[in-house]
Each structure stands twice: as structure tokens, then as C-alpha cells.
């Protein structure tokens, strides 16, 4: 058994069911298949290569699930449907257009936000946001968010205005349309969305000078 | 490669398509119309997203999550949809077929009847190739005049719609099934709102019938919960324009 790291769950290497090994040879360990040569054992069936899939990226695709619902029961519904949607339709991932984990950070991101924006969830976040935090502070919603990064990406987000900070955080993070994130901010639309493309690209900037990679 | 000028990318927009903060589906449909044709706004988005994903500070889940989802994947090896021209199957099924696609043919189109059925119990929008509720039978003839393919974002061809000798016909060509509980959705662009088009199953049927309303030249096609949305509320599968009918 190994265990995923940081997780206590445990992903059995060895499984009774699902093939295993068609696409690989023998003896070669699943940690040392790049993301593309498991996203082809998982075409070919072997769940084993799911599972570790899911030890490299469980992590990220829960914690913005989490942050983007608010609630544990929705974002790990919507953590099982990320990874179960790669099983029955691993043909979604273009390797040309990009890396697995964004991909998959993107798609947890895109069901999270569907997630929070039907009107049970709405009302259910609704609920538990006027129990917990009833003031939905921009500057509060940045600072507890940026407190859990690594100190690079810390870094790269400091070199964002306030105004772009805000913006990008309430957006993603907080799963605002960015009508919703220009009402709260007291902005025009266009105005907000332009905030969220510069500061896109002064993050990417930010992020490359620092040395962190997706 | 060759960038147009700022003023032809709606860059802001794609900003904020990236953070998933555009929830009108037709501004979405726009945007997702013009990454079908537009490689260099794919690449933008994509770099986007790999900047986003960089702002997520991974966290162990739960071990709940990997139990539900070891128990739903323990199942049959997931069937891959590859991409094939309209008509080809069925050419090719009359010529020289593999076992795999013949099965594939005849079990589609028998599930396209199936799903008729359960379509024009869903909503009058749906109706069956011959107007009497039956799909096309198995050997029929599908071939028609195409009145538009629909697109992916990336530019992938997901669907053509054909002006069939008994109506217009929906070919999924170039997508996955959903899973269970989620079902493909037509719409219709040219109003104010999308307006419902009807149901199209998950998937696995490769044809279905559909009414269209004369005078339609932009459709989508979404990914919502079976039995169908007031409005997009899913993934957008793909967009396109149609010859006028």
C-alpha cells in the first residue's frame, strides 16, 4: 500500500480489478510515468494510474474545490467528479494545450463555481456565510487566501495592486461572476475585468521571476 | 506566430473566462465561438490557467474522496469517443466493417431511438426523424446537406447538424459520453436568451433528430443534468453557425 502524501488515505498499488501494466513496461514504477504516460494507462484502463494521478494532484484539485464552495461536502463531491469524469473521459486532456494539474485545477475550479452558483448550494453557502462570516471583506478574503501560499507565490502575489488582489481573489477564489466582484468592489464591469487581465499577467510575470512552474 | 492586433482578441473577456467569472451563457458563447478560430486566445487561456493554478496552495482530502471515487472507477475500461467524419460509419460499416465499429453503429443508432423516445417524452422540441417519433432506423440513410458544424473551444469539431431527407439531424461526432445524471442540451443563440433546442442523451448516441425553428443560424450545445436546464448552466461542449434552414 502507499500512502498519499500528506493524506491518509491509502491507494493500493497492486489492485485486483482494472487492467494493469498494458501500457507500461514491466516492473516500471507508476511515480516514474510522466503525466502523459498516465493519462494513456488510464485510456487503456488501469486504474492504478488513476490513483496516482490522484497522488500528484488530489491536493490542488481539493483545495481550490474547498476554497471555491466553502462547504466539505460539496467540494468533495466536486473533487470525486474531477476525477472520475478523467476515468470515463481521459480524451478531454489536450497535453499539446497545456499541463495536467492546471487542467485539472481548471476543470475542480469550473465545477466548483457551477456548484456554488445553483440555488441550493447558493442558499446553503448563503446560510453558512451569515453564520460564520457575515461581511465578506475583500482585504479579508486576499489575507486569509495568500497566508496558506508558498512564501515564492506569496511573493508573485504581492507584486499585485490592491485593487488587481482583490479582483482575481474574489473571482476565483470567492466564485464571483465578475459583475458580482464589480458590485462588491464598487467598480465598473469592464473596469473590474481589466484589473483581472493585468493583474493575470503581473502574477505570470511574477511567478516566472521567482521560478515557480505550474 | 502571427498575434493580431489587441482590438481582435477580447482579451479582458478571456481574462475572465479564465477565472470562470463570466456566468451569462451567451457572453460565454461569444467567447467560446471566437477560441474555437483563434489559436493564439487558446494559448492565452491556457497560460492563464496554469497561472491560476499556481495560486493553489495544495491540502490533503479527505480519505472519503478517494473511497468514492475508487468505487466508482472499478468498473468496465472506459470507452474513448474518437472523432470521426459524418458518414463515414456508416460507409464504412457497409463496406468492409471492424466487429468494434459495426457494434458501435447499430447499437448507436438502436440507442438513438431509445433516446428519441425518451426525448419526446422530455419536451415537444424533440421530435423523431420521420415527425412520427421513430429515429432513424438501422441502415438508413443519413447522408444530407450539412447546415453547419459545431465546435469546441479548441477548435474541435463536436457535432454537425445535416438537413436530413426527414428533418434535421444532430451528429455527435467528436464528443465523450457524460456520466450518468448529465445529458447534452442544444440551444438556439439568435434570441436575447438561448432558447432550448432540446435533449440529445449522453452521448453514446451518435445521431438524434431535432426541430429546428426556421430562421435558426446559432446553436450551442451544453453539458446539463439529464433531463435538461431552463438555461445553460453546464460546460459548453460546442458552438456554431447554421446555413439558414
Redesign the interface.
Known amino acids: 500500500m502507499t500512502t498519499v502524501p500528506g493524506n491518509s488515505a491509502a491507494l493500493p498499488t497492486t489492485r485486483s480489478r482494472g487492467r494493469v501494466g498494458t501500457t507500461r513496461r514491466a516492473g516500471t514504477a507508476l511515480s516514474d510515468l510522466s503525466d502523459d504516460d498516465l493519462i494513456r494507462a488510464v485510456t487503456a484502463g488501469e486504474q492504478p494510474a488513476l490513483g496516482e494521478i490522484y497522488r500528484r494532484y488530489a491536493g490542488a484539485v481539493w483545495a481550490v474545490a474547498k476554497r471555491v464552495c466553502n462547504d466539505r461536502v460539496l467540494a468533495e463531491d466536486v473533487s470525486q467528479t474531477v476525477f472520475t469524469d478523467l476515468w470515463r473521459r481521459p480524451g478531454r486532456f489536450d497535453p499539446t494545450r497545456g499541463r495536467l494539474r492546471p487542467w485539472l485545477v481548471a476543470q475542480a475550479h469550473a465545477r466548483a463555481v457551477d456548484t456554488v452558483r445553483s440555488e441550493t448550494a447558493r442558499q446553503r453557502r448563503q446560510d453558512r456565510e451569515g453564520h460564520l462570516a457575515p461581511v465578506a471583506e475583500p482585504d479579508v478574503e486576499s489575507a486569509v487566501h495568500t497566508a496558506a501560499l508558498s512564501d515564492d507565490v506569496r511573493k508573485a502575489v504581492d507584486q499585485l495592486r490592491d485593487d488587481e488582489r482583490q479582483a482575481i481573489v474574489l473571482s476565483y477564489f470567492g466564485g464571483h461572476s465578475y459583475r458580482e466582484t464589480a458590485e462588491m468592489l464598487g467598480a465598473p464591469e469592464g473596469t473590474v475585468k481589466t484589473r483581472i487581465r493585468r493583474g493575470l499577467l503581473v502574477l505570470r510575470q511574477a511567478l516566472e521571476a521567482q521560478g515557480v512552474t505550474p | 506566430m502571427n498575434v493580431a492586433p489587441y482590438r481582435d482578441h477580447p482579451?479582458?473577456?478571456?481574462?475572465?473566462y479564465?477565472?470562470?467569472?463570466?456566468?451569462?451563457a451567451l457572453e460565454r458563447a461569444v467567447i467560446e465561438t471566437h477560441l474555437a478560430s483563434c489559436e493564439p486566445c487558446?494559448l492565452r487561456l491556457?497560460?492563464?490557467?496554469?497561472?491560476?493554478?499556481?495560486?493553489?496552495?495544495?491540502?490533503?482530502?479527505?480519505?472519503?474522496?478517494?473511497?468514492?471515487?475508487?468505487a466508482?472507477?472499478?468498473g468496465?475500461?472506459?470507452q474513448?469517443?474518437v472523432p470521426v467524419e459524418f458518414g463515414s460509419v456508416l460507409a464504412a460499416a457497409d463496406s468492409s466493417p471492424s466487429p468494434q465499429r459495426r457494434r458501435r453503429r447499430l447499437v448507436g443508432l438502436a440507442a438513438a431511438a431509445a433516446a428519441l423516445v425518451a426525448a419526446v417524452a422530455a419536451g415537444p422540441q424533440i421530435l423523431g426523424a420521420g415527425g412520427g417519433g421513430g429515429g432513424p432506423a438501422p441502415g438508413a440513410e443519413l447522408a444530407g446537406e450539412t447546415l453547419g458544424v459545431l465546435t469546441a473551444a479548441?477548435g474541435t469539431e463536436v457535432a454537425r447538424v445535416v438537413d436530413g431527407p426527414r428533418g434535421a439531424v444532430v451528429e455527435l461526432v467528436g464528443v465523450?459520453?457524460l456520466?450518468e445524471g448529465r445529458e447534452f442540451q442544444m440551444w438556439s443563440l439568435d434570441g436575447p436568451e438561448p432558447t432550448s433546442l432540446g435533449l440529445l442523451g449522453d452521448g453514446r448516441d451518435p445521431t438524434v433528430a431535432v426541430a429546428l425553428p426556421a430562421g435558426t443560424t446559432r446553436v450551442a450545445i451544453s453539458d446539463e443534468p439529464a433531463g435538461g436546464s431552463p438555461a445553460p448552466?453546464?460546460?459548453m461542449a460546442g458552438t456554431g453557425s447554421l446555413r439558414a434552414t
Open positions: 482579451l479582458d473577456d478571456l481574462a475572465a479564465a477565472l470562470d467569472a463570466i456566468d451569462d487558446r491556457a497560460v492563464d490557467e496554469a497561472t491560476l493554478s499556481c495560486l493553489v496552495a495544495d491540502e490533503p482530502p479527505p480519505p472519503s474522496v478517494w473511497a468514492a471515487i475508487d466508482r472507477t472499478g468496465p475500461v472506459p474513448v469517443v479548441n465523450d459520453p456520466p448552466s453546464g460546460l
